[in-house]
């Protein structure tokens, strides 16, 4: 079975980026109600939990994704005896880490206030708090978990990601009422594990109305699953370095400059992940697409195909260190009080830690279609050791300056050199400096472009929302021509182009530009 690529990326992406307006858009507001109703220690409360909770969900090792992986093949030759026994082994595997993470959880659970320098809200009692997330955590994998890894493995994400959005709204809407009426943390909290419950009921009734011949029923062969549990093993590295790695920042933050400096630390980063997030919607959305091309096409046109995404995504990465790095501090400014703002310096960090981390992402995209986890599968360890000796001194000489730095430094030192290699070297069989080149040429050629829109930004003085809106307007437009002519020659560009617009519109595009 071939997929609809071209129709399911659209439908993936555009339900996807709607999803995220929402689940992005709706936090915003609560953080916002949150710092003036209840205060920033109840936000630093829920960063630190979420983090604690990311650590134990290392349990799952990336055994869901190396079981979508190995659906492409039986999907694309119409294998429904494997594609079940593959349900049924996700369903086995997803009740036992759900099991281990509730044992280790619990285990914890007296612990938890060591996590926390300083004081704590006087309302409210961290360890009952602890235990509503850690439901809500372990409940995720018991329900029906093991039926969502269709919608991903038939490149069905728009279905997930519509469900998500209705719930989205639905469970904000319900805190918001819950923290301006009543003013109570509990109450807030116990949303959460109610619209987990809702949501995986939900999914999994669709699934079974999409595909009712797929059943947890049979066995897989023993050489399969010995594939699946080396690419399991593989993608657990990964997980679990990414996972220190991202969860570390909030509890450094959190033991060494306490729950208010997580808040605030939180409120910057949430700017900068939302954005990569957004973006990666799109391409996450292309994942299966890509990995059934993979199949059924040479390597060489999957090449021509990697490096057009790759030009798109320095396009984005151009225009977007842009807007970040003008627009960032008057928003914060706007948003949480000048009480709450960092640095000029950590706009210019965070903005670089956005460049580094987002130019990684098309290795990632393909490296992940392609299953080649083994080949850099210590690449994310070495690189949250790294992360963890840098953060703790850094943190403690230029604060909060420090965290985001030492991730900038394991990305640039171990994993995007690891990780482009594999791609390059074990699938693609081309030079690593090719990639090198292309990265390289982006940045000298963006200098110029960020030069110009500063010198633009840097007229206007007052902030308000209007001078905001302003300098948005110049971030946004400002570097399009530019960018339109670095990139009017790129052939793979064009020709990717091409086939994704639709025909009458293309030919007219292009020879009007070229």
């Known amino acids: 079975m071939k997929l609809n690529v071209k129709r399911n990326t659209i439908n993936g992406s555009i339900s996807g980026v709607l999803n995220k307006v929402v689940a992005t858009g709706f936090p915003f507001i609560m953080r916002t109600i949150m710092i003036h109703y209840m205060g920033t220690q109840y936000l630093g409360l829920s960063s630190l939990f979420t983090s604690i909770l990311n650590m134990l969900s290392l349990a799952e090792l990336g055994f869901g994704s190396a079981l979508v992986y190995s659906m492409y093949k039986p999907i694309a030759e119409n294998d429904s005896e494997t594609i079940c026994a593959l349900m049924g082994l996700y369903k086995k595997i997803y009740r036992i880490i759900g099991t281990m993470i509730l044992l280790v959880g619990i285990a914890i659970t007296p612990f938890v206030r060591f996590f926390i320098s300083g004081d704590v809200p006087a309302d409210v009692n961290v360890y009952v708090l602890f235990l509503i997330y850690l439901a809500n955590t372990v409940l995720s994998y018991y329900l029906f978990a093991y039926k969502n890894c269709l919608l991903f493995a038939f490149q069905r994400n728009d279905i997930s990601n519509n469900v998500n959005t209705v719930l989205t709204i639905a469970e904000y809407l319900a805190m918001i009422m819950i923290i301006v009426l009543f003013r109570n ?144 501090q008057p928003f914060v400014q706007l948003w949480t009080g000048e009480q709450n703002m960092l640095p000029n310096t950590s706009v210019l960090v965070f903005a670089c830690y956005f460049l580094v981390c987002q130019s990684r992402k098309v290795i990632i995209l393909y490296k992940d279609a392609a299953g080649l986890w083994k080949e850099d599968q210590w690449a994310s360890i070495i690189g949250a050791i790294l992360n963890l000796i840098v953060n703790i001194t850094l943190v403690q000489i230029i604060g909060i300056n420090g965290v985001v730095l030492s991730s900038i430094i394991s990305f640039l030192l171990v994993e995007i050199p690891w990780e482009s290699y594999a791609l390059y070297k074990k699938y693609f069989g081309k030079s690593l400096m090719e990639y090198y080149k292309i990265q390289v040429r982006m940045i000298i050629m963006a200098l110029p472009c960020w030069i110009v829109i500063g010198l633009f930004c840097s007229v206007i003085q007052q902030n308000t929302i209007v001078t905001l809106l302003v300098r948005g307007l110049i971030c946004g437009i400002l570097p399009v021509p530019y960018l339109v002519l670095i990139y009017r020659k790129d052939e793979n560009l064009k020709r990717m182009l091409k086939r994704i617009i639709p025909s009458r519109v293309a030919s007219r595009l292009f020879r009007d530009m070229y």
Not at 285 to 301: D, K
């Open 185 to 328: 943390y509990y109450m807030y909290v116990l949303v959460f594990p109610v619209i987990t419950i809702t949501g995986n009921v939900v999914r999994a009734i669709i699934v079974d109305r999409l595909y009712p011949q797929y059943k947890c029923r049979g066995r897989i062969s023993a050489e399969l699953q010995k594939e699946i549990y080396k690419k399991t093993f593989a993608l657990g590295c990964h997980k679990i370095g990414n996972t220190i790695s991202s969860s570390l920042d909030s509890l450094v933050v959190s033991s060494f400059l306490g729950l208010s400096a997580v808040a605030i630390f939180g409120n910057y980063n949430y700017v900068v992940t939302t954005l990569i997030a957004l973006i990666w919607i799109v391409y996450y959305s292309m994942t299966a697409g890509i990995g059934n091309r993979m199949v059924l096409l040479s390597r060489e046109e999957n090449y021509r195909d990697f490096t057009a995404l790759t030009s798109i995504n320095n396009i984005i990465c151009v225009w977007a260190f842009g807007c970040l790095l003008f627009l960032y």
